[in-house]
């Protein structure tokens, strides 16, 4: 008898499970991003990266946020078809890209997945991680993980390989702002001494110099914020990118790209904002802020001015309160 009692509640127990999840109420996406969009658009504090004319005469009121799901809804308000610099954000894919050929033990052996706590161009970091760059989202484990890339195709086929990929991430083929290039190949010898500095320390697999303008021509591509939502939403979908369905990476990958952005993505404040928001994100300073909440959707958020840090300072914001409003925390377990 305590047999049939328990099989007939376990089997009331699954329908009304199976009834909650077809009836549960969906989620208003669109509502959400336009409260996140009205509460932070007159934000004030920030300010553009000076130290890269192209976008220091960035327009700081310009404010997108896209949200991209797992099975290709795009939800979108604000500024979100203007090409902004892709920046920092690059290095996710190029990661992506590296890990996908080489495997995750090449990446952990020959760049590092350590936090630095140290800003993203630091060079006393790269001396304190037994001369190691560290990990491939600052600015020497970048150029490290590019060079593999370099190498490993040649100078003749390396970018049209390279590029042909961020496309597919994308859904559409991107462009170089030809200016934004200019500008930072004009004033990247910081990237140059890093990048010589780890050629001396064997953890350049290229020329350092070609490398490190390789590097500096993918910190130019243009991108919009729905590129960003794109591109994001292929990790949150387990490498499959949402619009086109074609798979850019494998699955067993995508957990440790995100755990490397779990880390490092927003450099040295990276551990209060995982505190505070509980996402994998990514930062640039052209202003845009990438955010993965696995098997769900990506956000995506585009405003120039910056922090003490280098991360958008509009985007922070909002996509802290879309987390908390949408119970995004990847701890929570919700």
């Known amino acids: 008898m305590k047999v049939i009692v328990a099989l007939l509640l376990l089997l009331t127990l699954n329908v009304t499970s199976a009834y909650s999840q077809k009836h549960a109420k969906p989620v208003d996406y669109n509502?959400?991003?336009?409260?996140?969009?009205?509460?932070?658009k007159n934000e004030q504090s920030g300010k553009n990266a000076d130290y890269i004319p192209f976008l220091d005469r960035a327009n700081a009121a310009m404010y997108g946020i896209v949200i991209v799901t797992k099975e290709g809804q795009v939800y979108q308000v604000g500024e979100t078809k203007f090409e902004f610099g892709i920046e920092s954000v690059e290095k996710v894919f190029t990661l992506c890209m590296a890990m996908e050929i080489f495997g995750d033990s090449v990446i952990l052996e020959k760049v590092g997945a350590s936090q630095t706590g140290l800003p993203f161009n630091s060079v006393p970091a790269i001396e304190l991680d037994d001369k190691k760059p560290s990990n491939p989202l600052v600015n020497a484990g970048a150029m490290a993980t590019t060079s593999l890339l370099?190498?490993?195709?040649?100078?003749?086929?390396?970018?049209?390989?390279?590029?042909?990929?961020?496309?597919?991430?994308?859904?559409?083929?991107?462009?170089?702002?030809?200016?934004l290039y200019k500008s930072e190949a004009a004033n990247n010898q910081h990237n140059q001494a890093i990048a010589m500095l780890l050629k001396s320390y064997g953890y350049m697999y290229d020329?350092?110099?070609?490398?490190?303008d390789f590097y500096t021509k993918q910190c130019s591509y243009g991108v919009t914020t729905r590129d960003l939502g794109i591109m994001a939403g292929t990790l949150a979908n387990g490498g499959v990118n949402p619009i086109t369905k074609e798979r850019l990476i494998k699955e067993e990958y995508v957990p440790k790209v995100l755990a490397i952005m779990g880390t490092t993505g927003l450099y040295e404040t990276t551990g209060e904002w995982m505190f505070k928001v509980g996402l994998p994100s990514k930062s640039g300073v052209g202003g845009g802020i990438i955010s993965?909440?696995?098997?769900?959707?990506?956000?995506?958020?585009?405003?120039?001015?910056?922090?003490?840090?280098?991360?958008?300072?509009?985007?922070?914001?909002?996509?802290?309160y879309i987390s908390g409003k949408l119970n995004a925390n990847i701890y929570s377990g919700k």
Not at 31 to 40: G, H, K, M, S
């Open 292 to 320: 993965v909440v696995p098997g769900r959707y990506a956000i995506a958020v585009f405003s120039p001015p910056l922090d003490k840090a280098g991360n958008s300072v509009r985007a922070q914001k909002a996509i802290q």
């Open 31 to 40: 509502a959400v991003i336009n409260e996140a969009y009205n509460l932070f």
């Open 207 to 212: 020329d350092p110099l070609y490398a490190c």
């Open 150 to 179: 370099t190498s490993h195709f040649g100078h003749s086929d390396a970018w049209e390989k390279v590029d042909a990929y961020f496309a597919k991430f994308a859904g559409r083929q991107l462009t170089i702002l030809d200016e």
